[in-house]
């Protein structure tokens, strides 16, 4: 029994998430997610320091600050809103070849997360 929980927490320790996120500071992008009970898709271009989104024919540039590798904040260019005006931070949870998970919420919002999932395209 003993041994047996020493080799249980041996590969436990061992298990690390892949987290490749210098892989996704720039290229061609597309996010999939649900708004009103309909599936919506938008497409984006990320540079060095910029990223274009084009959502249901509308085109929004944000400028993007790395934090870290796996970390940034994206701040809108021409916010037309107060709450256009609020950085957004995104944090890397875990990445695949062509894709990435994501963990969102506005700057200091630590209560209101959400989750996605931004496959890569180009």
Not at 56 to 76: Q, Y
Not at 79 to 89: G, L
Request: aromatic letters at 12%; one cysteine or more.
């Amino acid at each position: 029994m003993r041994y047996s929980i020493i080799i249980f927490l041996f590969f436990v320790s061992c298990y690390s998430v892949e987290r490749d996120c210098l892989a996704f500071h720039q290229g061609t992008f597309e996010f999939t997610t649900i708004v009103n009970n309909e599936m919506k898709t938008s497409y984006f271009l990320r540079t060095a320091n910029l990223e274009i989104e084009t959502y249901e024919g509308v085109i929004d540039s944000a400028a993007i600050r790395w934090v870290n590798d796996c970390e940034c904040i994206l701040t809108k260019l021409n916010p037309t809103s107060n709450q256009d005006k609020r950085p957004v931070q995104i944090k890397i949870l875990s990445t695949e070849k062509n894709a990435y998970v994501f963990e969102y919420s506005m700057v200091g919002d630590t209560k209101n997360k959400q989750r996605g999932t931004i496959k890569k395209i180009k």
